[in-house]
């Protein structure tokens, strides 16, 4: 089945780039997506990539997809405290069910 | 306009007794999914549902059950809790096309 893994902890100065890093398992996912979830809320959708494309950009978030490596990552450009969250990237397995990762806390220094 | 609706947001049960939550889905939307969310996890697949019918289950015991109602809403039952039941239960509502979820804010079981 399909596994998705990410490192679980990442500190970035604020002002800064984030690069949260993903890898899966599924080639067949035809999208992949990058979920955000602060404390005590639900998952929010950031952005998501069709799997014919390798990169997307949507205002300070761009999204690099390899497929022939399964890595997928989001960048943050001019990282804000208002970004301390985690991050989840998640794909679709063989049945079309959506994935997730474990997470990715990203932390926000001064 | 609303979001996914889940109710109830808290709720406390103990071992043995049988839990119901609810979901309401964007308008408009067929598509409904749940997941647990244990501390410190990403949100494990539980069910999905479309059109009333059941379109997937993950690996859980048969003491979870779903169903989806004509008006797109939902129902996630889960009976004999255990201890380890205890978790963030989110559902999402989705496009077939796209499948991208938009998720409720979710309701935090916790089993004593």
């Known amino acids: 089945g399909e596994d998705v893994e990410q490192s679980l902890f990442l500190s970035v100065r604020e002002g800064d780039s984030s690069v949260i890093n993903c890898t899966y398992t599924?080639?067949?996912?035809?999208?992949l997506y990058w979920y955000k979830q602060e404390p005590g809320a639900g998952l929010q959708l950031l952005t998501y990539i069709f799997s014919n494309m390798d990169m997307k950009q949507d205002q300070r978030l761009t999204v690099l997809l390899n497929k022939k490596d399964k890595h997928l990552s989001l960048r943050i450009a001019d990282t804000q405290t208002g970004d301390s969250a985690i991050y989840f990237c998640a794909g679709q397995n063989r049945d079309d069910k959506i994935i997730f990762g474990k997470g990715t806390r990203l932390h926000i220094l001064p | 306009d609303a979001g996914v609706t889940q109710s109830p947001t808290h709720l406390i049960k103990t071992r043995g007794q049988h839990v119901t939550l609810r979901c309401s889905p964007i308008?408009?939307?067929?598509?409904v999914s749940w997941y647990q969310q244990v501390l410190g996890q990403g949100p494990q697949f539980i069910f999905q549902y479309y059109e009333k019918e059941e379109r997937g289950r993950g690996n859980f015991p048969d003491r979870f059950s779903a169903r989806q109602f004509p008006n797109y809403s939902s129902e996630l039952n889960v009976n004999a809790l255990l201890l380890g039941d205890s978790a963030l239960y989110l559902c999402?509502?989705?496009?077939?096309?796209?499948?991208?979820?938009?998720f409720g804010e979710g309701s935090r079981l916790t089993v004593l």
């Open positions: 599924d080639s067949s996912s035809t999208y």
């Open positions: 999402a509502s989705s496009f077939p096309s796209t499948g991208e979820l938009f």
């Open positions: 308008s408009g939307h067929k598509s």
